[in-house]
């Protein structure tokens, strides 16, 4: 969806932009190619692999921080950006690199962090957290049914001989779970951790929140999550009605709290453009304004 996202960020070819999750650097390529000579970007990654393919950009208005997104508020004031982009989703490389241990298809060790500045890694949570708070996350970032059987297989099996590997994590989700589905086994389980040892959500909420005071009016935010969690956490962080209570009432015209953004529906791949990249097929979009 990079056009679409390109197309519904960039309304001011000479503003400055943020994306705030470098990747591969697409989305900032094609960001850089639509602004003009006063135009500026700003991109943030934690990734080392990251780091290294910004340093090809040779583009005087274009900046990269090897930092989280969450602190997007140490680096911009308030109404300050034209646009912010986030696209939660993770990158191919990572993916694709086994000792990087993201992937249940391929045999690594259990890392999953984004980058080395992530203090704990899958592994530590794995083998470290209680049973119950391995059920927990399970539940809540994997919506895994079976995540109270799937804990306490892990802590049974731990005890036995610490999980170190990809292959193992996954071997012992499949063998317990009893519900079968077209997924893999380990497909929530293993989103569940990835979540947590990155503190995907928690990281989400404090950047959108930062985004509602960064942007200017009529500024643009662009996210592209891949679970519901997510999108979820989008549309409820730009719900600008407050409560209403007794003492408040009535309210005349002029005391009624205006709307102070919109949030579009839900856009997501077309047909061509999963043919392309069919890891997108989760992938929803949507499109803040300030007003």
């Not at 602004?35 to 990251?50: N, R």
């Not at 298809?105 to 704990?120: I, N």
């Not at 453009?273 to 069919?278: D, H, Q, V, Y």
Request: glycine share 4%; proline share 2%.
């Amino acid at each position: 969806m990079l056009q679409k996202a390109l197309d519904s960020l960039v309304n001011n070819v000479n503003g400055k932009y943020v994306d705030c999750t470098f990747g591969q650097g697409g989305h900032s390529r094609g960001i850089l190619s639509l602004l003009s000579a006063k135009g500026a970007l700003a991109s943030f990654d934690l990734d080392e692999l990251a780091e290294i393919e910004a340093k090809k950009i040779k583009n005087p208005n274009f900046i990269f921080y090897k930092t989280n997104f969450n602190n997007i508020a140490d680096y911009f004031s308030d109404n300050e950006l034209d646009g912010i982009l986030i696209d939660c989703g993770v990158s191919s490389p990572q993916i694709d690199e086994p000792s990087r241990g993201f992937s249940f298809m391929k045999d690594g060790l259990l890392d999953m962090r984004f980058g080395k500045q992530v203090e704990a890694s899958c592994e530590n949570i794995v083998n470290d957290y209680s049973c119950e708070d391995l059920e927990r996350i399970f539940k809540e970032y994997g919506e895994e049914i079976e995540s109270k059987r799937i804990a306490k297989e892990i802590v049974t099996k731990r005890e036995q001989d610490r999980i170190v590997s990809t292959k193992q994590l996954s071997s012992i989700i499949e063998n317990i779970k009893k519900i079968k589905t077209k997924k893999n086994p380990a497909t929530k389980v293993f989103q569940a951790l990835r979540i947590e040892v990155n503190k995907e959500l928690d990281n989400l909420k404090i950047c959108l929140n930062s985004a509602k005071k960064l942007l200017k009016k009529n500024g643009k935010l662009v996210v592209i999550s891949f679970h519901s969690l997510e999108d979820r956490i989008v549309k409820n962080c730009f719900k600008t009605e407050e409560p209403l209570h007794e003492k408040d009432l009535p309210l005349f015209s002029e005391q009624v709290q205006k709307k102070k953004f919109s949030v579009s529906s839900v856009i997501t791949p077309e047909k061509h453009e999963l043919a392309i990249n069919i890891r997108a097929r989760s992938a929803k979009m949507r499109v803040v304004t300030k007003l």
